[in-house]
């Protein structure tokens, strides 16, 4: 079914209940969002698109993307949502390997895409513009219909490590994170608000879906950014409130001097990047039992593994320490496996790639034969992500292979080290990398924002940690490089760690 059916059904069942708020005030009720997106479909029709070709929307978080988002899917296109944060050469890039002939873009951003666009892109319509107006202005359609395997999004990778991939989302794989989203990490209830301040493009975008399903409200703060004050007077506007945020996204809203009161949050969700323990009990002191975790990818977007609110806040638990530590369990929609080399399921405390299979795994790469036949065998997703199982079904995620540190013939993993660090109290954050060595292999390097003395924090390494994994450098920075979405870019890391070194010695 088409995705598109959930807002359509809305528009006509609950014509007034909100659906989009721009900050504080109402932007939407359902009848005009559902409305809007049905002459939005119409404008693509009259511009010739034909069900499956597709269209991009670069733009910041607006009240407007998921009208635009929702046509598109009512017109049978597939979306292409990019981070409108990327440099115009990297969307130029998505938009040529996208093929996508139309593109939507936030004012200000089409002018930096058009010196990239590709010919294939025939028009690019600045959101807001007197063309935008003339798109709103066009006849409704009705949705379109399309099967669960037809193309929803492609959903470009963040691509820390060379081009990015598409991958292929279907309306059945996106349905499916929908279900699993209500099921098994936050089951919103009719009007229960969301809050948009993460990208639409990315993980926020995937949670707009299971609240148009439940009549929610979708809330897009004013200024446009991640700004923690503005956050805790969204949550007081709108209470029972959620958000998806990164893990330094909560530190930030953890180490904010405003105030907020903490009930009127339904749950904040981290995922996407590893949140330190240390950092897990600080936002549990500020914010209590609201706290939930998910694990996934483009690839099972959003949808992985999951720890839930409950396990978060049971501080008691004699297991407490190792689960939070942890990915959560599995969502209810796959199987999820650690595997050996060939993809056989290891035991619980033997350590792999995690691989995982279900209807909510894409399809595989746009345009990418290779890539796909290496990620996806016999339907399992192999994520790249090392991790293991305990004996009751909780994932810990080690460090992705190409973080993992060998040093004398001996695997150290920087999270466990980094975990230890940031106990010291003047450690605000820091990453653990290796370094290339003639003696070791690779020595651990430990890169810290926050002025604790080296000898602290050695000694502190020693009195939790094996020797060998204890950094032999301490390299002391005002911040660490960090992408768009707020995750720690571990290869700049090292890249950066590298040409130090060689100033050191020319
Ligand atoms: P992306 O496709 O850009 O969302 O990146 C997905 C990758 O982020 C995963 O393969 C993991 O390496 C990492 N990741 C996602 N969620 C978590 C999490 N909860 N804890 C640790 N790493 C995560």
Not at 18 to 44: E, Q, S
Not at 176 to 197: E, F, R, S, T
């Amino acid at each position: 079914m088409n995705l598109a059916l959930w807002l359509e059904r809305a528009g006509h069942a609950h014509p007034a209940a909100p659906a989009i708020a721009l900050g504080a005030k109402v932007h939407a009720d359902y009848a005009t969002l559902a409305g809007k997106a049905a002459r939005i479909a119409g404008a693509m029709r009259a511009a010739g698109m034909k069900p499956g070709d597709r269209v991009a929307i670069v733009a910041k978080n607006h009240p407007d993307y998921i009208a635009i988002l929702y046509g598109l899917w009512h017109a049978g296109l597939a979306a292409v949502p990019a981070n409108a944060r990327l440099h115009g050469a990297e969307l130029g890039y998505i938009l040529e390997h996208s093929g996508a002939r139309i593109c939507f873009a936030s004012s200000g951003i089409d002018t930096e895409i058009s010196a990239h666009a590709p010919k294939s892109l025939e028009r690019l319509i600045a959101v807001g513009s007197p063309e935008y107006e003339r798109v709103l202005s066009a006849d409704a359609i009705a949705v379109t219909p399309r099967d669960g395997d037809d193309l929803a999004w492609l959903f470009y990778t963040s691509g820390t490590t060379g081009r990015p991939k598409g991958a292929m989302l279907t309306h059945r794989n996106l349905n499916w994170a929908a279900h699993a989203y209500l099921a098994d990490v936050d089951p919103a209830l009719p009007g229960d608000p969301i809050l948009h301040a993460a990208p639409l493009s990315h993980g926020s975008g995937i949670y707009v879906m299971p609240h148009i399903a439940r009549l929610g409200v979708n809330v897009i703060p004013e200024s446009g950014a991640f700004e923690p004050d503005e956050i805790f007077r969204l949550f007081a506007r709108w209470p029972r409130m959620s958000m998806f945020a990164a893990p330094t996204m909560i530190k930030r809203l953890v180490d904010s001097p405003a105030e907020c009161d903490p009930h009127n949050i339904r749950t904040l969700i981290w995922g996407g990047a590893p949140m330190y323990v240390e950092d897990v009990k600080k936002a549990l002191d500020r914010f209590g039992p609201r706290l939930a975790q998910i694990y996934g990818q483009g690839e099972s977007p959003m949808t992985i593994s999951t720890l839930s609110k409950e396990d978060v806040a049971a501080r008691d638990h004699p297991r407490w320490l190792d689960r939070v530590g942890s990915a959560g369990r599995a969502y209810a929609c796959v199987e999820v496996r650690v595997g050996d080399a060939e993809g056989r399921a290891l035991e619980p405390g033997e350590i792999g790639e995690i691989l995982c299979r279900g209807d909510v795994v894409m399809a595989g790469y746009w345009q990418n034969p290779d890539a796909s036949a290496s990620t996806l065998k016999d339907g399992w997703l192999h994520t790249g992500d090392v991790g293991a199982f305990d004996g009751e079904g909780y994932l810990t995620l080690k460090d992705r292979s190409k973080d993992m540190i060998i040093s004398g013939g001996s695997n150290v993993y920087p999270r466990e080290v980094e975990e230890v660090l940031l106990q010291h109290d003047k450690v605000r954050e820091v990453s653990v990398i290796g370094r290339p060595d003639q003696e070791w292999g690779e020595v651990v390097v430990a890169y810290v924002v926050g002025d604790a003395a080296s000898g602290e924090l050695d000694a502190l390494c020693l009195s939790r940690i094996a020797r060998f994994k204890r950094p032999k450098h301490y390299v002391f920075v005002d911040a660490l490089p960090k992408n768009n979405y707020g995750k720690i870019l571990k290869t700049d890391l090292r890249r950066l760690d590298a040409e130090q070194k060689e100033k050191a010695v020319g």
